[in-house]
């Protein structure tokens, strides 16, 4: 049976009641295909949580009108009888069922001629769901898209100032990104632990390597570390780190704690079961396309513990055609699917319905920032940070 968050006419009602107006072709294709929102619950945080509701409740509070009130009415008003109507706004708008009292009130007031949309607005500016509202812990999430919001966050701006990254908004980039926010997860998911063993795959001499070595038992990483990375990527794979990783520490470190070996990703060359983390930022996607990734996957998911935690960032399209080294979003639910590990969330997919962000031409602005979301010709993408537990 389908979810209900996969039914087109519930999702139409709800963005009718929640926002107003029918949910485009886009929109409905991303909330039918029930992957990453099977349920009704995700499908209204996308809404209640979106900028569009936000600015439309501004209004509202400010008393300005928001849409053409005629044909909005029209439209609510094909969505039911009047105590139907009334229970699918508490329940959407409030979270809850209508009690005996509030579901009479306002069914008299639309016996009486009050108009819908009134009924709507008066739920969405009452103190209950202004507590509500405040009450939503936004952008916690640890498995979502790179999200500007985090920079809002004082938790994890406190580890991305120990990373000694700057916390300057205009300086945002996806690159502290990804680490801070791989070190956000493994702290709120309880993996970051004086005990701990870590395995970075594709690491080159990335910053939070040196970072983790002073927080965890042990750190190995691991890189094909064949100079291929030095003039385009900052010299990520440079193979001097193997014998001299000192230059390249951003701060003083615990050098024994730290191991770098020359290895492929996809044949990881430890036992089963023997770390608590294995992670991977900015790599996968270069491994050969999807059956290197998925192989790498694999032998991440083998040489963990029980328990231990695999995180992943990689290239995610928001949209345009398939890019080389990018994913689409149905290929990164391929690779969650076949990693044999569940995820420790659903991903928040709609972290670009919330924030505007201006896409960084790659061709011919690569240094400009914020450098949140890429274009590459047509195509548009980000970063995707997941975090799986292996059972
Ligand atoms: C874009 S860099 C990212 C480096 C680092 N994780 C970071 O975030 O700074 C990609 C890295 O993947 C490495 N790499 C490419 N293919 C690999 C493979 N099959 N196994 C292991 N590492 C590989 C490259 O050498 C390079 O260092």
Excluded at 334 to 360: A, C, N
């Amino acid at each position: 049976m389908a979810a209900e968050g996969r039914d087109p006419e519930l999702i139409q009602a709800a963005y009718w009641i929640v926002l107003g107006r029918a949910a485009t072709a886009n929109e409905l294709y991303a909330e039918t295909r029930g992957r990453l929102n099977s349920d009704q619950l995700t499908l209204l945080h996308g809404l209640l949580g979106s900028n569009e509701f936000a600015e439309l409740r501004e209004s509202w509070k400010a008393g300005r009108e928001t849409h053409n009130r005629e044909l909005l009415e029209a439209a609510l008003n094909r969505l039911g009888a009047h105590d139907l109507f009334v229970q699918r706004v508490y329940q959407w708008v409030l979270g809850r069922p209508a009690d005996p009292g509030g579901a009479e009130h306002y069914a008299a007031l639309l016996e009486r001629g009050t108009r819908r949309a009134d009924i709507v607005r008066a739920l969405a500016l009452s103190d209950e769901f202004e507590r509500r509202w405040q009450a939503v812990p936004r952008d916690s999430q640890l498995c979502e898209l790179a999200n500007p919001a985090k920079w809002d966050n004082p938790e994890w701006l406190a580890i991305l100032r120990s990373l000694g990254l700057s916390d300057d908004k205009l300086a945002m980039h996806r690159k502290p990104y990804e680490f801070t926010q791989f070190i956000y997860g493994c702290r709120r998911l309880g993996a970051l632990r004086e005990d701990a063993t870590f395995l970075s795959v594709g690491a080159g001499h990335e910053l939070i390597l040196y970072w983790l070595a002073n927080h965890v038992a042990k750190v190995v990483a691991t890189d094909m570390y064949e100079g291929v990375w030095q003039g385009m990527c900052a010299r990520e794979g440079d193979p001097s780190v193997l014998h001299n990783p000192d230059q390249f520490a951003p701060f003083p470190y615990r050098r024994d704690h730290l191991t770098f070996l020359r290895m492929d990703g996809r044949a990881l060359e430890f036992e089963d079961l023997s770390f608590d983390v294995a992670y991977s930022l900015s790599s996968i996607e270069h491994f050969g396309g999807m059956e290197g990734a998925r192989q790498t996957i694999r032998e991440m998911a083998r040489v963990l513990r029980h328990g231990g935690v695999l995180g992943l960032a990689t290239e995610y399209v928001l949209s345009g055609p398939p890019h080389d080294e990018t994913f689409q979003p149905s290929e990164i639910a391929d690779l969650v699917q076949h990693s044999g590990l569940e995820l420790v969330e659903p991903i928040d997919e709609f972290v670009y319905r919330r924030y505007k962000t201006t896409p960084v031409n790659a061709l011919h602005d690569p240094y400009q920032s914020p450098h949140m979301l890429v274009r590459m010709n047509d195509t548009v993408f980000t970063s995707v940070m997941l975090f799986l537990r292996k059972n």
